[in-house]
T-cell receptor, first 114, second 112 residues
Framework: NAGVTQTPKFRILKIGQSMTLQCTQDMNHNYMYWYRQDPGMGLKLIYYSVGAGITDKGEVPNGYNVSRSTTEDFPLRLELAAPSQTSVYFC?????????????FGPGTRLTVL | KQEVTQIPAALSVPEGENLVLNCSFTDSAIYNLQWFRQDPGKGLTSLLLIQSSQREQTSGRLNASLDKSSGRSTLYIAASQPGDSATYLCAVEPPNDYKLSFGAGTTVTVRA
C-alpha cells in the first residue's frame, strides 16, 4: 500500500492564480481530511469528507473548495490564491470503524503565494 | 470549542534522559487522543492512540497516559536518543464527530 499520497510536494503561486492539490489514498478509507499547518501552529481543518459525494467545511474553509467523486481521491482547489494561503497542506484519511479512529497522513504540499 | 495546549513549545535534553511531553484539553468529553511525530519537512506519523476508556498505551520506549477528568495526557519517552528529535503533536477527537483538534506541538532536541 502506498498509503496517502499528495502532489505536488512544492508549489509557488502568484497572487490570483488557481491550483488543485491532489490527494489519493489506497486504503479504502471512507473519511478524508484536508488540513493546513502554519509555522509554530497546530493543524487546522479546512474541509473533510465522510464518503464519496459528501463533503463539509472545517474550521478554515474560506478560499478553498473540495470534491469527492471517488473513495480514493479528495482534491483541494485554491481559487484566487492569496499570501495568507502560504502554508503546508496535509491530506489525511481514516477508516469507518467503531474501534480505532487512527488518522493516516500524507507527506504534505508546501505552498508559497507571492 | 475544544482547545488543545502543549507546553513547553520546545525542549532540549541530553541523550539518555527521559522525556515528558504534556498535552492539555479543555473539554473532557473526548472519544480518543492521538499522539503524532512530525519530522522536519515531513508528514505526521501516528505514535499512540488512547481510547477514552483507557488510561494508558505503550509502544516500545513510548508510554502515553490519559486523565480525562483533568483534561491531560502525557507522553513519556524513555532513554531518549538523537533519533527522537522531532516535533510531537497531540490531537483529540470528540464523540460522535470525525474531526481532530490539534495542539501546536512540542519540538524536541536530543543532544548527543
Amino acid at each position: 500500500n502506498a498509503g496517502v499520497t499528495q502532489t505536488p510536494k512544492f508549489r509557488i503561486l502568484k497572487i490570483g492564480q488557481s491550483m488543485t492539490l491532489q490527494c489519493t489514498q489506497d486504503m479504502n478509507h471512507n473519511y478524508m481530511y484536508w488540513y493546513r499547518q502554519d509555522p509554530g501552529m497546530g493543524l487546522k481543518l479546512i474541509y473533510y469528507s465522510v464518503g464519496a459525494g459528501i463533503t463539509d467545511k472545517g474550521e478554515v474553509p474560506n478560499g478553498y473548495n473540495v470534491s469527492r467523486s471517488t473513495t480514493e481521491d479528495f482534491p483541494l482547489r485554491l481559487e484566487l490564491a492569496a499570501p495568507s494561503q502560504t502554508s503546508v497542506y496535509f491530506c489525511a484519511s481514516r477508516p469507518w470503524t467503531s474501534g480505532s479512529h487512527e488518522q493516516f497522513f500524507g507527506p504534505g504540499t508546501r505552498l508559497t503565494v507571492l | 470549542k475544544q482547545e488543545v495546549t502543549q507546553i513547553p513549545a520546545a525542549l532540549s535534553v541530553p541523550e539518555g534522559e527521559n522525556l515528558v511531553l504534556n498535552c492539555s484539553f479543555t473539554d473532557s468529553a473526548i472519544y480518543n487522543l492521538q499522539w503524532f511525530r512530525q519530522d522536519p519537512g515531513k508528514g505526521l506519523t501516528s505514535l499512540l492512540l488512547i481510547q477514552s476508556s483507557q488510561r494508558e498505551q505503550t509502544s516500545g520506549r513510548l508510554n502515553a497516559s490519559l486523565d480525562k477528568s483533568s483534561g491531560r495526557s502525557t507522553l513519556y519517552i524513555a532513554a531518549s536518543q538523537p533519533g527522537d528529535s522531532a516535533t510531537y503533536l497531540c490531537a483529540v477527537e470528540p464523540p460522535n464527530d470525525y474531526k481532530l483538534s490539534f495542539g501546536a506541538g512540542t519540538t524536541v532536541t536530543v543532544r548527543a
